[in-house]
């Protein structure tokens, strides 16, 4: 193998992505970027069915157990923000990939990257976050890892987390199964995470304080497959936001996606930070919603099973899939105009999370 | 949530922490340091039990099948070294902590944190090391996360890989069951893997090449438990070395550990880099070694079957657990003298792995 690596001219830089030569901030994005080097440099690399299904996480089974193994890095800057820090972020995110495949979180895994220098204050309080946020979410920190970088080769703290949960017996939730006649639901209001970040990174104020809305999703999801057993997909909208989410289900489902945007639940703060920055609220990312594609004919109960849930108060439909324009996503606007919903090719935001 | 963590007064630096006050190097170099930030910080904060026992991987159980959890970050420097790179390090990094507790690692995830800049060339080979360590290991990279941080907040590459694999029915490998009467075996010569980095990245020679010994322990380990299956302790002496590896088993067990140190397999270039260098070939980093506790009935057996494996051929017993001094490690010299090896604090070389 050292043969191998150690010889340049044993990869090739592929096509669509030779034009960059480096990497882009934009390649952390989530957006067309993120999706080119998974494509064209991770996926071949590692030569498997199960990753190419790019869903948030991987079912496996193990020892006749079906589960769902995820993982995450986290490097929001800053580390601390209105509604939260990046420990419970690490928590919540990977809890929340977990439960779009259905999975509820059972044990977690946690990974820092410490830069020299960093206040072991700051260490402290992130660690206890972890520890607040897994027991909020009903999951075990189990095991754990500590590197340390020498100063200016890190930002203070980067963690990563895995997790493994349980997929329920007959569970099947991958965006690949959304499909034209689905309801498109999404749990709550969109954007609030991204402009949190903002608002301190950048020392902006936008008249009403926003908080990150970063919460644990497996609950929820429990909810709504008690009212309903065959959910289609679920995806968290997190870096590049709703659009992104929308856009990857529908590639994958090879159907189109039509929203309402009107029906987008859209705060006024974040209205008002987006219409100053000239960002789209569809782009901006969210920590604690989900998008499900659901059967019409199971949307109301899932609809009011997700009202019932703190999470989920303020769900909402915000349009369907369809069989027209296989992998787009369009909008109408209130007053009957559409509008193309792309996928982004970079991100607005970096390091969001 | 947002309370505690954005309130400074809500975590109290630990005494034994407290002289600190900022991470160190040796924060990340696996020795006391490390030690006390998981007694002191981590554990406290998270509050389980599993962590508490501080093995290389989790054991855990989940809808009725008994698998292993682990993880580990990356950040050696360079990325790519004699005998390997950062990215079949961490295949077999995680693999080997599974296997540890006896499991046959199954499937693995694998998160970037980039840094912008980077040439996508580096990432490309360091993917397809990841793939083909993967396939020698015979486990599956099933997902992923890609992030990317601005440049000067890196240093290109940092891989994080978690892992998950089945532990075999009746298999219980751990520090705390090394008992006095067991065999202490070692799967090789030590050393190698520090020694290589050192090499390259000092630009040193040493009379003759040295690589590193990264390699996957999971089909030794498996030889192993074929001939005796209860194996009591495991460990990869990698950051630390050996004399660490020793330190933690003897702690785990509250046994002590006599090793001749002359039994040790130390290859001549790594004792000359080392007398160079002014090392202890004790503490230098291991990547395709193993430490096992045997009972005395078992360990030609063993030994046998570990020198019957390519990963084992040097394989050779090195000391016993005894009853005496708990917790402490004493090597004998050829001569007849003894000298405590001692739980190093930091780390001789910083970012090995």
Redesign the interface.
Known sequence: ??D???D?S??T?PAP?RE??????????GGAL?AE??EH??AP????D??ADL?D??A?E??????A???????VRPL?F????I??LAVNGTVNDLAMSGARA??L?????????????V??????????????AGV???????????S????GV?V?T?G???IPRGVDIRPQRAAPGDVVLVSGPVGMHGIAILSVRESLEFGADV?SDTAPLGGLVSSMLEVAGDLHALRDPTRGGLATTLNEIAAAAGCGIVIDEHRVPVPEPVANACGFLGLDPLYVANEGRLVACVPAADAEAVLAAMRAHPCGTAATAIGACVADHPGGVLARSRFGGTRVVDLPVGEQL??IC
Chains 1, 2 share one sequence.
């Not at 690399?45 to 498997?48: E, F, L, Q, T, V």
């Not at 193990?62 to 589960?67: E, F, N, W």
């Not at 075990?140 to 020498?150: E, F, H, L, R, W």
Request: proline share 3%.
């Open positions: 193998m050292a191998t690596v150690l340049p044993a990869w830089c992505l960059q030569g480096v990497v882009v901030m934009g390649h952390g994005g993120s080097l998974m440099l991770f690399a590692y030569g498997n199960v990753l869903a996480s991987a496996v193990l020892g006749g157990t079906r589960l193994l995820s993982t995450d890095s986290y490097v601390f209105p509604g939260g820090c420990g419970d059972a044990f895994s946690c990974a820092f990257i410490l830069e020299e220098g960093t206040e072991l204050e260490v402290g309080r992130i660690a206890q976050a972890i520890g607040a946020a897994a027991r909020a075990t920190v189990v095991t754990g890892d500590t590197k340390v970088v020498d200016g080769h890190g930002d980067y990563t895995s493994i949960g349980l908080t970096p390091r």
